[in-house]
């Protein structure tokens, strides 16, 4: 089976500009976590969803950044504008039945000049 | 709240040697699971092993070995006769039905010396 796929791997955009990250779970995984790492802040969550639901949204950042899960098998995390303190990179998890084990994706690592 | 402490920061050792990485965690609740993620220099996040709060028996996977002790909140991994491919950031990470996210660990570097 494939695991949890992610777009893209790599973003380089410029400070302002709308960024869209994508991730598809693995079938039949109930729950989506979306992760970011960065060098002070190490991991940390951000919001997660539950059967498409969002659940836990406490570690979005700011207005800056939304998510959505339309269905199933796609997420996204938006931010608009993008600003360089959002350069990182961002992991998509997911899992089958809550505390079961998370399933990472490659992450996509964003540099905003 | 939940928190998970790392203290190594960065530990070195010579091919074959054993290294053992600390893991300290603090929660609340009584059902919890704890996590071992391995991060190698490519990037992504590979799992090793879940532990649940009920199960305090040690487990061992070939080189690998984890010591759950819930007396001292410690959850430590042990790599017996280390090789050059082990080097990466392994981080331990926390969940329970209070967070159902994870709460990782600083993590911890390791690079292994041929």
């Known amino acids: 089976d494939a695991g949890v796929i992610q777009s893209p791997r790599h973003e380089v955009t410029e400070m302002g500009q709308e960024v869209t990250l994508r991730c598809k779970p693995i079938?039949?995984?109930?729950?989506l976590f979306w992760y970011r790492q960065t060098m002070m802040r190490g991991l940390e969550l951000l919001i997660y969803?539950?059967?498409?639901?969002?659940?836990?949204d406490s570690g979005m950042p700011e207005d800056r950044f939304s998510a959505k899960m339309p269905n199933a098998s796609f997420s996204t995390l938006k931010i608009q504008p993008s600003e360089p303190r959002d350069s990182a990179v961002y992991f998509c998890?997911?899992?089958?039945?809550?505390?079961?084990?998370?399933?990472f994706g490659p992450g996509t690592r964003l540099l905003v000049l | 709240a939940q928190k998970v402490t790392q203290a190594q920061t960065e530990i070195s050792v010579v091919e074959k040697e054993d290294v053992t990485l600390d893991c300290v965690y603090e929660?609340?609740?009584?059902?919890?699971?704890l996590f071992w993620y391995k991060q190698p220099p490519s990037g992504e996040l590979v799992f090793l092993i879940r532990?649940?709060?009920?199960?305090?028996q040690n487990e061992i996977s070939g080189r690998y070995s984890w010591n759950f002790q819930k007396s001292t909140s410690s959850f430590n991994f042990t790599i017996t006769a280390s090789q050059v491919v082990d080097s990466a950031v392994y981080f331990c990470a926390l969940s329970d039905t209070g967070r159902r996210a994870l709460t990782f660990g600083s993590g911890t570097r390791l690079q292994v010396q041929p």
């Open positions: 079938s039949g995984h109930d729950y």
């Open positions: 929660t609340r609740d009584t059902t919890y699971y």
């Open positions: 998890a997911s899992s089958f039945v809550t505390i079961e084990t998370q399933y």
């Open positions: 969803f539950n059967n498409n639901v969002p659940i836990d």
């Open positions: 532990r649940n709060s009920f199960d305090e």
